[in-house]
């Protein structure tokens, strides 16, 4: 903050100063060895992080198949999803890794996105997913994971191979849209989503205070169900990848 001029970069983003309010693209930064570091970012995601971690210790703690509770109930039906839809996509022998993979994304996202709904004023954090410094190397995570448990499934040749499918002068294209289209969109669709909310919530901050209360807790609201769905979005579009990867069972068989 400049002046009393709130500035920050970013793709798309718009310069919103409301007092009080939350700032979509503004970040608290320090500079290290000649990098910039987004600080809000940076806590948030450790106190997503740190929440997920411990809400799966507490609950594994407490674990029992008599009396499951509601926290050992949310953990087993995510976990029971995103089996159900890996023995869909790539038979019962998924890599090693995937639904681990899978539910502890869908659960870090999802805090991540929730983070918002804290007072901004009280905590100062917003949603670390809109800011493109996470959702980018999320993104890259699993495209490398994706590749190297295809690699290792199907072998090198067979897994570069596709790409000269039916015409060899079509690789390129099939390069850039698994190397460079595929990643950007998983990222930027979480991005944009999240931090098309802050921009809303901003909006909002500049109606007289006797009339925000209303449209802000309607959505607030919408905000939950929107960070519910990309949560799923991203953890769904994540299996999808790693099952074109490493093809079904039933397609391994007939090979």
């Not at 979480?190 to 802050?198: E, R, T, V």
């Not at 939950?224 to 990848?241: D, E, K, N, S, V």
């Not at 990867?245 to 039933?250: F, K, Q, T």
Request: glycine residues 12%; contains cysteine; aromatic residues 10%.
């Amino acid at each position: 903050m400049i002046d009393g001029e709130t500035t920050y970069g970013g793709p798309g983003t718009v310069v919103l100063a409301a007092e009080g309010g939350i700032q979509p693209g503004a970040h608290p930064t320090v500079e290290l060895f000649g990098l910039s570091f987004n600080i809000d970012t940076i806590l948030a995601t450790v106190l997503a992080a740190v929440i997920v971690c411990g809400l799966g210790l507490y609950m594994a703690r407490g674990a029992t198949k008599g009396r499951p509770t509601k926290l050992q109930l949310m953990f087993e039906a995510l976990t029971g999803w995103v089996q159900g839809q890996i023995k869909e996509g790539m038979g019962l022998r998924a890599p090693s890794g995937v639904v681990a993979l899978s539910v502890a994304l869908f659960a870090f996202i999802l805090i991540c996105n929730w983070i918002g709904q804290l007072p901004a004023h009280t905590f100062g954090l917003l949603p670390p997913t809109a800011d493109v410094n996470l959702v980018y190397p999320m993104a890259l995570v699993v495209i490398i994971w994706v590749n190297v448990a295809g690699i290792k499934k199907r072998g090198p040749a067979k897994f570069f191979g596709h790409m000269k499918e039916p015409y060899l002068a079509l690789a390129p294209i099939e390069v850039i849209t698994q190397y460079i289209a595929r990643p950007a969109s998983l990222a930027l669709r979480l991005w944009g989503n999240i931090f098309a909310g802050g921009i809303m919530i901003s909006l909002i901050a500049l109606f007289p205070a006797y009339i925000s209360w209303a449209p802000t807790g309607l959505w607030k609201g919408f905000e939950l169900f929107i960070g519910l769905l990309q949560a799923l979005i991203f953890t769904l579009l994540t299996i999808i990848y790693f099952s074109e990867a490493v093809g079904s069972d039933e397609e391994g068989a007939h090979h």
